[in-house]
């Protein structure tokens, strides 16, 4: 499970490949995909989330709408 923190608008995760990876990203644009993805623009792109390998500031989520509506919420 990768962790990614989220403060204000600046996200970052650990990478074992890359280490420390941050940039940042726009709450409006998050889009739903299906049930357990979503996608998170960034500055770096938009990235697609899969709910089942990451979580938000330590919470795991069961569907891409409650995760959203967390991050929404931030």
Same mark, same amino acid.
């Given at each position: 499970?990768?962790?990614?923190? #989220?403060?204000?608008?600046?996200?970052?995760?650990?990478?074992?490949?890359?280490?420390?990876?941050?940039?940042?990203?726009?709450?409006?644009?998050?889009? +739903?995909?299906?049930?357990?993805?979503?996608?998170?623009?960034?500055?770096?792109?938009?990235?697609? #989330?899969?709910?089942?390998?990451?979580? +938000?500031?330590?919470?795991? +989520?069961?569907?891409?709408?409650?995760?959203?509506?967390?991050?929404?919420?931030?």
């Amino acid at each position: 499970m990768i962790d990614i923190t #989220i403060d204000a608008s600046q996200l970052s995760y650990t990478s074992s490949v890359i280490g420390e990876v941050a940039t940042n990203y726009n709450r409006i644009e998050i889009d +739903f995909v299906d049930a357990k993805s979503m996608h998170l623009p960034t500055d770096q792109g938009v990235w697609l #989330i899969n709910l089942e390998q990451y979580s +938000f500031n330590g919470n795991q +989520f069961d569907d891409a709408i409650e995760a959203i509506t967390y991050l929404n919420s931030l």
